[in-house]
């Protein structure tokens, strides 16, 4: 292990008392700071580290987690308040971050970003776990001028917390996390914006997949605000991009060929996202089991899929509004989906077909 303690985290947000938690767990000595000392000590309380401050001279990294448009000007004062320690970030937009950098007559030798892409619709130190990102993606972000000690040491932060090391340009990552990230949050909100037109009784309606489309809508709009502005050039290319798309489809509304070559478009844009672990895509089955709203109905649940030796793959839950009930869709390899429906059934379970629309 590179010798990286004491860290000292700045932002004791979900990213950043993650990171510290993670760290603190892997037997660092992590120090926190936040504009909001309460967020600190909250998070130091469930085992983020210490607010204690460090002696600036010791610390050997320092991890920066607040909002978009703090980032440069933190990194600035890391840089110049620790100088014996490795400087990164893990801001969602890395383009605009370095050029201000850039900007100055600072050295930037000591300073790499780095951006875990895991995080949640949920905010605060409360929302904080050391196991937020084992087995996600965490880009490192090195520039021309980082050194090869500095860009060691953030790639061992991603090890620590359990990662999948990914390293590109900033330029590069600004583009990729436009695509997959950044317009999918637009494209939820717009679509949870026309909820607020719609009537109530229709919205009795909806089932889970209009909630899995607009999860992410209800995340903090202030800070997305922010990341969509710092990577404004990269997310108005996309949506340039998705207009014509939408444009294309509405002047084909009423053709059965062109909706269809859409859709299949589509169909064939999920197959091509990564599968577990990174791995090619995979079709599993879907077994749908009902679930009754009792005490510890779905923990023997589990115990029955359990005994059934086959592996889940994925799994989600959709509740009914009007029974008290829900449905478990519990992905499994093809092969398998018979065994564990009659495991179910004989078990007294109720499975319904395998509908992955549920």
């Known amino acids: 292990m ?90 969602s937009v890395k383009g605009t971050v370095l050029a201000q950098l850039r900007s100055t007559e600072l050295d930037l030798s000591r300073y790499v970003g780095s951006h875990p892409m895991a995080g949640s619709q949920r905010v605060g130190p409360l929302t904080a776990t050391a196991d937020l990102f084992v087995d996600r993606t965490w880009v490192v972000t090195p520039h021309d001028t980082s050194s090869a000690h500095a860009v060691l040491d953030v790639g061992e932060v991603a090890d620590l917390c359990g990662a999948r090391k990914v390293s590109m340009g900033a330029a590069h990552h600004d583009e990729a996390v436009a695509q997959v990230s950044h317009l999918p949050h637009l494209v939820s909100v717009l679509v949870a914006e026309r909820l607020t037109e719609v009537p109530p009784e229709h919205l009795r309606l909806a089932g889970q997949g209009l909630r899995d489309v607009t999860r992410i809508a209800g995340s903090d709009p202030q800070l997305w605000s922010q990341i969509i502005e710092a990577n404004g050039t990269a997310v108005l290319a996309e949506l340039i991009a998705l207009r014509t798309n939408l444009d294309a489809l509405i002047a084909e509304l009423d053709t059965e060929s062109g ?84 495991v179910m059934t004989d078990s007294g379970w109720t499975v319904r077909d395998r509908d992955p629309q549920l």
Do not use: M
Request: glycine share 8%.
């Open 2 to 91: 590179r010798e990286l303690s004491p860290v000292l985290v700045i932002g004791a947000g979900l990213v950043g008392a993650s990171v510290a938690q993670a760290l603190t767990r892997a037997g660092l000595r992590v120090h926190l700071q936040d504009r909001v000392p309460s967020h600190a000590q909250v998070a130091a309380s469930r085992g983020a580290g210490t607010v204690d401050p460090p002696v600036a001279e010791k610390v050997r990294l320092v991890v920066v987690a607040v909002p978009p448009k703090a980032l440069p000007k933190v990194i600035a004062e890391a840089l110049t308040t620790y100088p014996k320690a490795t400087v990164t970030d893990v801001g």
């Open 259 to 342: 909706v269809l070559a859409t859709l299949e478009r589509g169909r064939e844009g999920t197959r091509a996202l990564p599968g577990k672990h990174g791995l090619s895509a995979v079709e599993f089955a879907h077994v749908v089991v009902e679930i009754p709203d009792a005490p510890g109905a779905l923990g023997r649940l589990f115990r029955d899929i359990e005994a059934a030796g086959v592996n889940i793959e994925d799994l989600r839950i959709e509740h009914d509004l009007d029974r008290e009930r829900g449905w478990l869709s519990v992905q499994v390899a093809p092969e398998r989906a018979d065994d564990l429906t009659a």
